[in-house]
C-alpha cells in the first residue's frame, strides 16, 4: 500500500526496466509517485514495469532512450514534464560497465561506458534543472567501485562512477539556493541480471563485504526513497554507500 509521501510528485528514472531501476521506479511508485523511466532494449520487459507501476494507482510512461544518446536523454526529461505536468524527482541510474585490463580496453568501450554513465547523468541533471520546480531531488546511482578497488580490471568503471562524486557536490552546491538537493548512492553487490548472487563471481565479492552476502536491488530502492521523501530534505551534496559493508 503507497505511503503517500511522493503523492502529487513526478519521477524519471534512468534505466528503468529491470534490476535496480526497476525496484526503485516501482518504489517510487510505492511512495506515491508518478514515474516515467528509460529503457533501452526490451520492450516487453518495460511494459511489465508500466503494469507493476499502473497496479500502484500512479501513472507510468515507459520511454525508449540510450542514456548515451544526449537528444534523447533531453527528450525523457522534457517528455516527462508534459506528460504528468511537472518532474519532482530524477534518479540518474543508467550504466554500464566493461571490466579487464586496462591494456585491453578498446577506445569505443571508453567512449560508451564515460557516455552513459558520466556524460548521461550529467546532461538528465541539466536538463531537469531547467525544469524542475524549487525542492526537487537529482540522486544518482554509483557504486561501491568508486571507493575501494579490491581487484584489478575494474579501472574504466571506476573512473566513470567516481566522476559522479563531483557531479554530485558541485551541482548540490549550484542548485542548493533553489532547495534542490542532490545525493549520490553507492551500491555494493547487488542481486541482478547483471551481476548475480549466483554468478561465477559472487562469492568473492560477497566475501569482501562486512555481511558476507549480496545486497537486493530494494535495499538501494528503499535509500533512494528516503533521499526522494521528507527524511532527505536537509541531505544533499552526500554519497551514501549501500553495500553491505564493501568499503569498511
Same mark, same amino acid.
Given at each position: ?119 548521461? +547523468?550529467?546532461?538528465? *541533471?541539466? &536538463?531537469? =534543472?531547467?525544469?524542475? !520546480?524549487? @525542492? #526537487? %531531488?537529482?540522486?544518482?546511482?554509483? /557504486? ?72 537486493? +536491488?530494494?535495499?538501494? *530502492?528503499? &535509500?533512494? =526513497?528516503?533521499?526522494? !521523501?521528507? @527524511? #532527505? %530534505?536537509?541531505?544533499?551534496?552526500? /554519497? ?9
Amino acid at each position: 500500500m503507497a505511503t503517500a509521501q511522493l503523492d502529487g510528485k513526478a519521477a524519471l528514472v534512468t534505466g528503468g526496466s529491470r534490476g535496480i531501476g526497476e525496484a526503485v521506479a516501482v518504489r517510487l511508485a510505492a511512495d506515491g509517485a508518478d514515474v516515467a523511466f528509460t529503457y533501452r532494449g526490451e520492450e516487453a520487459r518495460a511494459a511489465k514495469v508500466v503494469v507493476r507501476i499502473e497496479a500502484l494507482g500512479r501513472r507510468a510512461w515507459a520511454v525508449r532512450a540510450d542514456s548515451a544518446d544526449a537528444a534523447a536523454v533531453r527528450a525523457a526529461v522534457d517528455g516527462t514534464v508534459e506528460r504528468f505536468g511537472r518532474l519532482d524527482i530524477l534518479v540518474n541510474n543508467a550504466g554500464v560497465g566493461v571490466l579487464g585490463p586496462i591494456e585491453e580496453i578498446a577506445e569505443e568501450d571508453v567512449d560508451r561506458v564515460l557516455a552513459v554513465n558520466v556524460r548521461g +547523468p550529467f546532461l538528465a *541533471a541539466q &536538463a531537469a =534543472a531547467r525544469r524542475m !520546480g524549487d @525542492g #526537487g %531531488r537529482i540522486i544518482g546511482i554509483g /557504486s561501491c567501485m568508486a571507493g575501494r578497488a579490491p581487484f584489478p580490471g575494474g579501472t574504466l568503471y571506476a573512473t566513470s562512477k567516481a566522476a559522479l562524486t563531483g557531479l554530485t557536490r558541485t551541482l548540490a552546491r549550484e542548485l542548493g539556493p533553489r532547495d534542490i538537493t542532490v545525493n549520490l548512492v553507492h551500491p555494493g553487490p547487488v542481486d541482478t541480471d547483471m551481476n548475480p548472487a549466483d554468478g561465477e563471481s559472487a562469492p568473492m565479492q560477497a566475501q569482501l563485504t562486512a555481511l558476507g552476502r549480496y545486497g537486493q +536491488p530494494s535495499d538501494i *530502492a528503499a &535509500a533512494v =526513497a528516503y533521499l526522494a !521523501g521528507e @527524511g #532527505g %530534505r536537509y541531505v544533499t551534496g552526500a /554519497s551514501i554507500a549501500v553495500d553491505g559493508g564493501f568499503t569498511v
